[in-house]
Every structure is written in structure tokens, then in C-alpha cells.
């Protein structure tokens, strides 16, 4: 049973903007996390956040990325503003069963769940 689905990837020139969309009424109270992935490169993280929507963020989109969760909608967001091509990735959405991300918020072992992922491809 899928319990984290994303949306709203696409293609956009650099300089532009896009909101990438993870619906997950499972997890929506817990720690959330967006990560990335480019072609041949590890996973990363790119910014995560908690039950009572304390942020962290990965200094190479720190000013330009918001994440945000809207618990009405069960929805978790990334805002991503001043797009650059190498922001170009896979980008997931990831959760664990645990109020608090942690110092280990940018560990892909931190999480338990993932979707399956949404493109964005930035061109220059």
C-alpha cells in the first residue's frame, strides 16, 4: 500500500519556480523529509520537517526551498523558488514513524517510508 504519493514535478528554466506536492494522511503528524536524487549520484537530503513544523534544510537550497505541511490536506509541500540546472533530480517524499526529525534528519536511514518519486529537470 503506497502511503506517500507525490505530484507536481515537471521541466522549467533556471530562475523559475515549482511546488512539489507528497499526499500521506499515514504520516502527516510525524517527521517528513524531501530528498533528491540526480543520475549517478547518492541520495541527498534537501530539507525536512517535524510534528510542530520546526524546518531544517540543506545548505545548497537554504533561501530558495520551503518546506511546509497543510495538515487539512494531509498534503506536505516544497516550494522551490530561483531554480537552478542543478537542482535536476529525482525528488522523493520520506517519513518516519517518530514526532522528531533529529540531528539525523538528513540520513536517508532516518526513514522508514518513500514514494516513488517526481522529476524536476531545470534547464539553463
Known amino acids: 500500500q503506497v502511503q506517500l504519493v507525490e505530484s507536481g514535478g515537471g521541466s522549467v528554466q533556471a530562475g523559475g519556480s515549482l511546488r512539489l506536492s507528497c499526499v500521506s494522511p499515514t504520516y502527516i503528524n510525524y517527521c517528513m523529509a524531501w530528498f533528491r536524487q540526480a543520475p549517478g549520484k547518492e541520495r541527498e537530503a534537501v530539507a525536512a520537517i517535524d510534528k510542530d513544523s520546526r524546518t531544517n534544510y540543506a545548505d545548497s537550497v537554504k533561501g530558495r526551498f520551503t518546506i511546509s505541511k497543510d495538515f487539512g490536506k494531509n498534503t506536505l509541500y516544497l516550494q522551490m523558488n530561483s531554480l537552478k540546472p542543478e537542482d535536476t533530480a529525482l525528488y522523493f517524499c520520506?517519513?518516519?514513524?517518530?514526532?522528531?526529525?533529529?540531528?539525523?534528519?538528513?540520513?536517508?536511514?532516518?526513514?522508514?517510508?518513500w514514494g516513488q518519486g517526481t522529476q524536476v529537470t531545470v534547464s539553463s
Open positions: 520520506a517519513s518516519v514513524r517518530a514526532y522528531w526529525c533529529g540531528g539525523g534528519w538528513y540520513s536517508t536511514g532516518r526513514y522508514d517510508d
